[in-house]
C-alpha cells in the first residue's frame, strides 16, 4: 500500500493473499478500517490495523472508480 493524495492506495495486492482472495485491486483507495478514516493515515498505522493473526477479519471500506465497495 501507499499514499495518494492523502489516502491509502493499494499498490498491488501479492496473488494469493487475503486482500487478493477478497478481490483487492490496484488502485483501490482504503477510505476506512474497521470504520476508521484513513484520510491522513500513515502507512505504517493502516497496516498495523489491517494486519492480525491468521483468521483476524477486518472491515475495509473501498473507493474504486466511483464506486465505494465494504
Partial sequence: IG???SHIVIIAPIDGSPASL?????NDVIL???GTDTTGM??????????GDIGTKVKLSI????????
Fill in 3 to 5: 499514499i495518494k493524495d
Fill in 22 to 26: 477478497a478481490g483487492i485491486f490496484a
Fill in 32 to 34: 476506512a478500517i474497521d
Fill in 42 to 51: 500513515d502507512v505504517n498505522t493502516a497496516v498495523n490495523k489491517i494486519r
Fill in 63 to 70: 473507493q474504486r472508480g466511483s464506486n465505494k465497495i465494504d
